[in-house]
Antibody, heavy 119, light 111 residues
Framework: QVQLQQSGAELARPGASVKLSCKAS????????MQWVKQRPGQGLEWIGA????????RYTQKFKGKATLTADKSSSTAYMQLSSLASEDSAVYYC????????????WGQGTLVTVSA | DIVLTQSPASLAVSLGQRATISCKAS??????????MNWYQQKPGQPPKLLIY???NLESGIPARFSGSGSGTDFTLNIHPVEEEDAATYYC?????????FGGGTKLEIK
């Protein structure tokens, strides 16, 4: 079965960077876009962007260009998101998600990684 | 970007009654005969769960009391009859064009 296992919680200082991981199993990693979604405490869902591990193609929403960098390692079936120049507004839970077979709805989700930015 | 406006922001529905949530898109999310609108349920401390895809298709394993309808810019999620376990926040999402935006969410309380 499809599983997305995300890395553990992060505590980072303002201005620092963190790299989150999402290890995929149960399907062909290179055949589906991996999506990333942000959720601030008590707030709604925000799409960050996506990466196609097959060829490394990436898409970002304008707001996250320069903030998030998506990469993927085909050898370990792991997707990564690096967040740079962290600020308090980056404190959130970050999810990776995989679309369904149609490619459009996010059918499979990781458990989320909590990032806390604090001095 | 396509803006999705959900209403109401919160609602309380009696057990066994109907809950109706609306999602209006700032432009059409239809393409080639399909409507690229999805609905998710999220409970505290959990990731979202896909309920409905392509406006009206029930995701595998989701109870038939959930249904979706609509096309173009106007979409609706219905839950009937509502059960205790349906207390959650519900989000619509368009996947017609990136960025794949979400609605602001609707919090459902069961009376």
């Amino acid at each position: 079965q499809v599983q997305l296992q995300q890395s553990g919680a992060e505590l980072a200082r303002p201005g620092a960077s963190v790299k989150l991981s999402c290890k995929a199993s149960g399907y062909t990693f290179t055949s589906y876009w991996m999506q990333w979604v942000k959720q601030r405490p008590g707030q709604g869902l925000e799409w960050i962007g996506a990466i196609y591990p097959g060829d490394g193609d990436t898409r970002y929403t304008q707001k996250f260009k320069g903030k998030a960098t998506l990469t993927a390692d085909k050898s370990s079936s792991t997707a990564y998101m690096q967040l740079s120049s962290l600020a308090s507004e980056d404190s959130a839970v970050y999810y990776c998600a995989r679309p369904d077979s149609s490619g459009y709805a996010f059918a499979y989700w990781g458990q989320g990684t909590l990032v806390t930015v604090s001095a | 970007d396509i803006v999705l406006t959900q209403s109401p922001a919160s609602l309380a529905v009696s057990l066994g009654q109907r809950a109706t949530i609306s999602c209006k898109a700032s432009q059409s999310v239809d393409y080639d005969g399909d409507s690229y609108m999805n609905w998710y349920q999220q409970k505290p401390g959990q990731p979202p769960k896909l309920l409905i895809y392509a406006a009206s298709n029930l995701e595998s394993g989701i109870p038939a009391r959930f249904s979706g309808s609509g096309s173009g810019t106007d979409f609706t999620l219905n839950i009937h009859p509502v059960e205790e376990e349906d207390a959650a926040t519900y989000y619509c999402q368009q996947s017609n064009e990136d960025p794949y935006t979400f609605g602001g969410g609707t919090k459902l309380e069961i009376k």
